[in-house]
């Protein structure tokens, strides 16, 4: 059982280069979430997902785009990437609206030069 | 902005002792309390959550919760060096139709060192 699996691990952008985040969970999860975490921060959610097809924006999701086209993959698109873009992201999943328990992904380490 | 605040740190216990972690909320609604920990260079885990007033104990942790002061916290007795990392207050927020769909609001987090 794998849990949430995010890819890639780290990566460096350009500035104005795209990428695709990748989340994949294997729990059946309905609700799933994109989180990003600045240095000495907490988390802020930038989407989330509450089902296949349906997903809405968080606190911050200028500059990214998510798509929910299967209960298992989450991909989280950044698009003109920025240096404020440079940060932790990660994604999480839940079985249920009152969720006890977030099941959160190893991470993604990006940075924008 | 519903905001979730938690003492600013770093808090440095030696090990026996027992650590507080405390964290205020300013949504009145908030429904639902989370802590959750999280090690250097790792993903948070949860460890503790509580809905109702007063106090939930697991262990060596204790969560506690006043709703009227709009005040959370967490105790971690007998502190060890292995509850060292950065400890993270979560709370689900009240929202219209009353489902929040599970959008947490974080605190920025208290690094908690213990030493041997």
């Known amino acids: 059982n794998a849990g949430v699996t995010q890819t890639p691990k780290f990566r460096i952008l350009k500035i104005g280069q795209s990428m695709t985040l990748q989340c994949a969970q294997d729990m059946n999860h309905n609700y799933m979430y994109w989180y990003r975490q600045d240095p000495g921060m907490g988390l802020k959610l930038i989407y989330y997902?509450?089902?296949?097809?349906?997903?809405d924006k968080g606190e911050v999701p200028n500059g990214y785009n998510v798509s929910r086209s299967t209960t298992e993959d989450f991909p989280l698109r950044l698009e003109l990437a920025a240096p404020s873009q440079t940060s932790v992201y990660f994604c999480?999943?839940?079985?249920?609206?009152?969720?006890?328990?977030?099941?959160f992904g190893s991470g993604t380490q990006l940075s924008v030069l | 902005q519903k905001e979730v605040e938690q003492n600013s740190g770093p808090l440095s216990v030696p090990e026996g002792a027992i650590a507080s972690l405390n964290c205020t909320y300013s949504d009145r609604g908030s429904q639902s309390f989370f802590w959750y920990r999280q090690y250097s260079g790792k993903s948070p885990e949860l460890i503790m959550f509580i809905y109702s007033n007063g106090d939930k104990e697991d262990g060596r942790f204790t969560a506690q919760l006043n709703k009227a002061s709009q005040y959370v916290s967490l105790l971690i007795r007998d502190s060890q060096p292995s509850d060292s990392a950065t400890y993270l207050c979560a709370v689900n927020p009240w929202a219209p139709g009353g489902t929040s769909y599970g959008k947490l609001t974080f605190g920025q987090g208290t690094i908690l060192t213990v030493h041997p």
């Open positions: 997902s509450v089902g296949a097809g349906i997903t």
């Open positions: 999480a999943s839940s079985l249920a609206e009152r969720n006890e328990k977030l099941f």
